[in-house]
């Protein structure tokens, strides 16, 4: 298949949906502005895995022309319709996912994993997906079942991005089907990059991201909200805690990707013979919060796996 300005159409059009249609709309808008200002020079850092190539010609072909957002219910449009303005035409019901799919060149399928398969066996949808791309948020749910409720013609493409995407501090991660050209896979990598960092693995690495990156978030936030209430204990305001917490997270992570320092490094640069980060390490060592966390990894992953399963 070749991709020339396509026209996405986002099934399922929830906070991810939302929020990637704004991410690559917010894209342009910055690369048109800094193409009319060539005296600001853009600075955009590469995806991990991507695909690289910055052909400016590919660049223009791979720029999506519109977008189309399909929900459920009417109700459910009236509110998207409020949240996106012309950003998008909004069509709702199994009629809307037929003609949204019908006039579109890549659907983005952001369901719930549990509906994914009655949504792709819909009357007419079938039809509408030959010779397009599929991109697929949903966990769990496989290349293989992906495909087998298409057409062999049509591109199947896993991702699993995460809630920071909402603010393009996000991590997706893609896996390819056997039959996915460079093209799509470019195309694909462009649109999460707009949202943060992009890599590409082998799909027997998803379950383990969907816990890492896509639940990793959730459990982030206990270990900041933790980390404040030991402030608040100490004396600090909640507001002040959590503040204090939260940079502390987002520093150190930085340091990481910007340096690539193990995190070992970093902890041993702060850790003092006989001072108080010593301290604070052992009680945490104490309380196995290394075991613990990784094995909150394992159980997200194990369920993980569980998703795109028939419920019987």
Same mark, same amino acid.
């Given at each position: 298949?070749?991709?020339?300005?396509?026209?996405?159409?986002?099934?399922?059009?929830?906070?991810?949906?939302?929020?990637?249609?704004?991410?690559?709309?917010?894209?342009?808008?910055?690369?048109?502005?800094?193409?009319?200002?060539?005296?600001?020079?853009?600075?955009?850092?590469?995806?991990?895995?991507?695909?690289?190539?910055?052909?400016?010609?590919?660049?223009?072909?791979?720029?999506?022309?519109? /977008?189309?957002?399909?929900?459920?219910?009417?109700?459910?449009?009236?509110?998207?319709?409020?949240? =996106?303005?012309?950003?998008?035409?909004?069509?709702?019901?199994?009629?809307?996912?037929?003609?949204?799919?019908?006039?579109?060149?890549?659907? /983005?399928?952001?369901?719930?994993?549990?509906?994914?398969?009655?949504?792709?066996?819909?009357?007419?949808?079938?039809?509408?997906?030959?010779?397009? =791309?599929?991109?697929?948020?949903?966990?769990?749910?496989?290349?293989?079942?992906?495909?087998?409720?298409?057409?062999?013609?049509?591109?199947?493409?896993?991702?699993?991005? *995460?809630?920071?995407?909402?603010?393009?501090?996000?991590?997706?991660?893609?896996?390819?089907?056997? *039959?996915?050209?460079?093209?799509?896979?470019? /195309?694909?990598? *462009?649109?999460?990059?707009?949202?943060?960092?992009?890599?590409?693995?082998?799909?027997?690495?998803?379950?383990?991201?969907?816990?890492?990156?896509?639940?990793?978030?959730? /459990?982030?936030?206990?270990?900041?909200?933790?980390?404040?209430?030991?402030?608040?204990?100490?004396? =600090?305001?909640?507001?002040?805690?959590?503040?204090?917490?939260?940079?502390?997270?987002?520093?150190?992570?930085?340091?990481?990707?910007?340096?690539?320092?193990?995190?070992?490094?970093?902890?041993?640069?702060?850790?003092?013979?006989?001072?108080?980060?010593?301290?604070?390490?052992?009680?945490?060592?104490?309380?196995?919060?290394?075991?613990?966390?990784?094995?909150?990894?394992?159980?997200?992953?194990?369920?993980?796996?569980? =998703?795109?399963?028939?419920?019987?």
């Amino acid at each position: 298949m070749t991709l020339n300005k396509p026209t996405i159409c986002v099934l399922g059009c929830g906070t991810m949906g939302i929020a990637i249609i704004r991410g690559t709309l917010d894209s342009i808008a910055g690369q048109d502005s800094a193409q009319a200002s060539p005296s600001l020079a853009p600075v955009t850092p590469a995806s991990e895995g991507a695909v690289v190539d910055q052909s400016s010609s590919e660049d223009d072909l791979l720029r999506p022309a519109g /977008f189309i957002a399909c929900v459920s219910h009417e109700d459910s449009a009236v509110k998207l319709r409020k949240t =996106l303005g012309n950003q998008a035409r909004v069509l709702h019901g199994a009629a809307g996912n037929v003609q949204g799919v019908s006039e579109s060149d890549v659907i /983005f399928l952001c369901t719930k994993p549990q509906v994914a398969k009655a949504v792709l066996s819909a009357p007419g949808i079938q039809e509408a997906l030959r010779d397009k =791309l599929l991109v697929s948020i949903c966990a769990g749910v496989t290349i293989e079942q992906l495909q087998s409720w298409t057409t062999p013609t049509t591109t199947v493409i896993r991702a699993m991005p *995460n809630t920071p995407c909402k603010i393009r501090e996000g991590m997706t991660v893609l896996s390819c089907g056997p *039959n996915t050209d460079l093209q799509s896979m470019k /195309f694909t990598s *462009n649109i999460f990059s707009t949202l943060g960092r992009c890599r590409i693995l082998d799909e027997k690495h998803l379950d383990a991201v969907t816990a890492l990156a896509g639940s990793g978030p959730a /459990f982030a936030c206990v270990m900041l909200e933790a980390l404040a209430d030991g402030g608040v204990m100490m004396g =600090l305001p909640r507001d002040v805690a959590t503040e204090l917490a939260a940079q502390v997270l987002q520093g150190a992570a930085r340091m990481v990707l910007t340096t690539g320092a193990h995190p070992a490094a970093i902890k041993d640069s702060v850790t003092t013979p006989g001072g108080c980060t010593i301290a604070g390490l052992l009680t945490m060592e104490d309380g196995r919060i290394r075991s613990t966390l990784a094995r909150t990894i394992q159980e997200a992953a194990t369920v993980a796996s569980t =998703l795109g399963r028939d419920k019987k």
